[in-house]
């Protein structure tokens, strides 16, 4: 089996911190939905990298994955063993996250 790391860029683990902290505050009837639906992901893309869809992007690569209850998208990429979380962004935006400062590609 192989041994794959998943793991946030720094930009995407500030804009989980930031979802999460207005998702206690505004969702008091489920305040631990958006963490436990993003650690399910990221178990997901452990076991199947390639869950997400691909996301036509500049950066070759991307994919996304749908957090359904909490209508958030993971965007990652994966390279050799490893799956990068570039960004997490609610799906009803009007438009995807800019990607293009994203580094350690």
Not at 45 to 71: N, Q
């Amino acid at each position: 089996m192989i041994e794959r790391r998943v793991y946030l860029a720094p930009e995407a683990r500030e804009q989980a911190r930031i979802v999460d902290a207005w998702w206690r505050e505004h969702r008091p009837s489920a305040p631990e939905l958006f963490v436990a639906e993003l650690s399910s992901a990221l178990t997901t893309l452990v076991s199947a990298p390639k869950a997400g869809t691909p996301y036509p992007h500049e950066l070759t690569g991307v994919r996304r994955l749908l957090l359904r209850s909490t209508r958030y998208h993971v965007y990652y990429l994966v390279k050799d063993n490893d799956v990068m979380i570039v960004a997490i962004w609610s799906s009803v935006r009007g438009s995807g996250p800019a990607l293009s400062g994203t580094v350690g590609l």
